[in-house]
């Protein structure tokens, strides 16, 4: 019984070890992932209060297949587009600009912001768009942040208006990802103060 139970064993490890080299659980994880940092955060302890029918509502902007994913992608010419090789972002760039924007326009106009999802607190004046842009552009080695914004004061008035800022920086994860927080802050900051 011991011999057969040994022998059990035995063939499970052997198993297990033989499998080890066929199974895998994703490809290796980058070393870092990139996020976007506000230039000017709205300090611990403040207090922002107001009336639902004066606050604004920062919605996900909307974006192409391109920036649809966690990568950060390089226009290499008017039709091609590669990734830039490890810089991964922590979440969709749409989310992360989001939040930037409900922080910055928080911080400049010490507004009352909704930037999340909650169906209880609509208010009818938002902002929202499309993030154009969100990348390296290999034909002048910079990284480039083009926001088309929306905004819908009380459901009556409707304004559009493009927001663009780009930055030097070199096809690098580290690089490129400090280049973009640069650029998304400053585009951040035109946006919050067309919003007031």
Known sequence: MNAMKS???????????ALTGCISFGS??????LSLTPANPVPAGTAISGDVAQAIAVLEPEAPARLAVTRVPVQIDDTQIAYVKDAVWVDKPTRLFRRLLGET???KSRRLVIDTDDAALT????????LVDFGYDARTSQV???????RDVNGTQVTTRRFSATAPATPEAAP?????????????SQVADWVG
């Open 7 to 17: 022998t059990r064993i035995g063939l499970a490890l052997a198993l297990s070890a």
């Open 28 to 33: 290796k994880p980058p070393e870092s992932l």
């Open 105 to 107: 326009i928080r911080a």
């Open 123 to 130: 208010p009818k004046n938002q902002l929202r768009g499309t």
């Open 144 to 150: 480039v942040v083009t926001f088309d914004a929306v």
């Open 176 to 188: 490129v990802g400090a280049a973009l927080n640069q650029a998304a802050n400053e585009v951040a």
